[in-house]
T-cell receptor
């Protein structure tokens, strides 16, 4: 079974520039997550999708971050304009969803390491 | 590769010894817990999970213990190997929400 795919793996941009990350979840996983992981910390949720709908985006800085999952499969996360404090690893994860609400483990991609200079 | 966590608490063990990594979680309503292993340059890798109706769950060389009274989770690794060296995160979940991760512990296995 193929894992969660992310691209690019690394990105270096200057502040105020824009950047986009792409994620393709595991086939059949309806739930997709974007996390931000700052060096030395655990991942922090940015946004959660169920199919093509947003479940939770309460921690997404909406003035500069946006995400979409138009067809309920792959997803893009965009930052515009980037700030120095956005330097982090951006992780995408997916999980199977049960109609009964049972939670299943999340599988993570390798992440995109963003450096803002 | 760049280190996942430069200022994390570190547990150093000898190869072949057992390791115990502890985690305090925050939400008494959390009903699902996972331990992840993260190596440098990689995403978190699932190790083992446990639901709140259980106190203990065993996998291959790993055991997770859950104490809901004091909101404490532990990961025990038997016969620790050099390949176990990584940063370990506990994570908690409530309902269908996303995971809330702890701050992580670095495990160093000395040959």
């Amino acid at each position: 079974e193929a894992g969660v795919a992310q691209s690019p793996r690394y990105k270096i941009i200057e502040k105020r520039q824009s950047v986009a990350f792409w994620c393709n979840p595991i086939s059949g996983h309806a739930t997709l997550y974007w996390y931000q992981q700052i060096l030395g910390q655990g991942p922090k949720l940015l946004i959660q999708f169920q199919n093509n709908g947003v479940v939770d985006d309460s921690q997404l800085p909406k003035d500069r971050f946006s995400a979409e999952r138009l067809k309920g499969v792959d997803s893009t996360l965009k930052i515009q304009p980037a700030k120095l404090e956005d330097s982090a690893v951006y992780l995408c994860a997916s999980s199977f969803s049960s109609r009964t609400g049972t939670t299943y483990e999340q599988y993570f991609g390798p992440g995109t390491r963003l450096t803002v200079t | 590769g760049e280190s996942v966590g430069l200022h994390l608490p570190t547990l150093s063990v000898q190869e072949g010894d057992n390791s115990i990594i502890n985690c305090a979680y925050s939400n008494s309503a959390s009903d699902y817990f996972i331990w992840y292993k993260q190596e440098s340059g990689k995403g978190p890798q699932f190790i083992i999970d446990i639901r709140s109706n259980m106190d203990k769950r065993q996998g291959q060389r790993v055991t997770v213990l859950l104490n809901k009274t004091v909101k404490h989770l532990s990961l025990q690794i038997a016969a620790t190997q050099p390949g176990d060296s990584a940063v370990y995160f506990c994570a908690e979940n409530t309902g269908r929400r996303a995971l809330t991760f702890g701050s992580g512990t670095r495990l160093q296995v000395q040959p």
